[in-house]
């Protein structure tokens, strides 16, 4: 069945880094935009970033450019996103989705449990 | 990038109807189509219900329904049902190559 299992969460001190990834399966990865959407504990959704279906554009959230690299490969069907210079603020269940429009930035309609990163000294 | 604007909460009798309604400007939510609303269960992933104003995504029941006038988008829950408690999130695509999402909103069956 379609799915998006996230993983490479944790605890990191302010300032260090993580790389988050996200295996997909059951439809075709390569011809689909892909997201990171994240949320605070008890907060609501922020979009973090996207990623065209090649890899060829990518876009960021204000909140995370320069921090935050976005990244996939196609030939293992697999979604990352490298987060350096954390920051408290960043802690957050980061989900993977799918964006099936044809702009590549539309809409989620596939999404993943999420994985946990925690921003603490 | 700022957040569309959201009711934190909506309440409603089973049976009735409920609008939720999701408030940006003309760079985002009037200037475009690509307006989604999604349902967040507690500990669960959002899950997409409308996309491009008012298409329903597969599934969906027909009680759920997307309008837009101007600079405002609002989910309409006709015949409001129990399961239907949970958060719900507008998100519109925001101009310059971004998503914005609303603040979310607290569904109440009473």
């Known amino acids: 069945q379609v799915q998006l299992v996230e993983s490479g969460g944790g605890v990191v001190q302010p300032g260090g880094s993580l790389r988050l990834s996200c295996a997909a399966s059951g439809f075709t990865f390569s011809i689909f935009a892909m997201h990171w959407v994240r949320q605070a504990p008890g907060k609501g959704l922020e979009w973090v970033a996207v990623i065209s279906h090649d890899g060829s554009n990518k876009y960021y959230a204000d909140s995370v450019k320069g921090r935050f690299t976005i990244s996939r490969d196609n030939s293992k069907n697999t979604l990352s996103l490298q987060v350096d210079s954390l920051r408290v603020e960043d802690t957050a269940l980061y989900y993977c989705?799918?964006?099936?429009?044809?702009?590549?930035?539309?809409?989620?309609?596939?999404w993943g449990k999420g994985t946990t990163v925690i921003v603490s000294s | 990038q700022s957040a569309l604007t959201q009711p934190p909460s909506a309440s409603g009798s089973p049976g009735q109807p409920v609008t939720i309604s999701c408030t940006g400007t003309?760079?985002?939510?009037?200037?475009?189509?690509?307006v989604s609303w999604y349902q967040q269960f507690p500990g669960k992933a959002p899950k997409l219900l409308i996309y491009e104003v008012s298409k329903r995504s597969p599934g969906v029941p027909d009680r759920f329904s997307g309008s837009k006038s101007g600079n405002s988008a609002s989910l309409t829950v006709s015949g409001l049902q129990a399961e239907d408690e949970a958060t719900y999130y507008c998100?519109?695509?925001?101009?310059?190559?971004?998503?914005?999402f609303g603040g979310g909103t607290e569904l109440t069956v009473l």
């Open positions: 003309s760079s985002d939510v009037g200037g475009y189509i690509y």
């Open positions: 998100s519109s695509y925001g101009g310059t190559n971004n998503l914005v």
């Open positions: 989705a799918r964006d099936p429009s044809v702009r590549g930035l539309a809409e989620m309609d596939v």
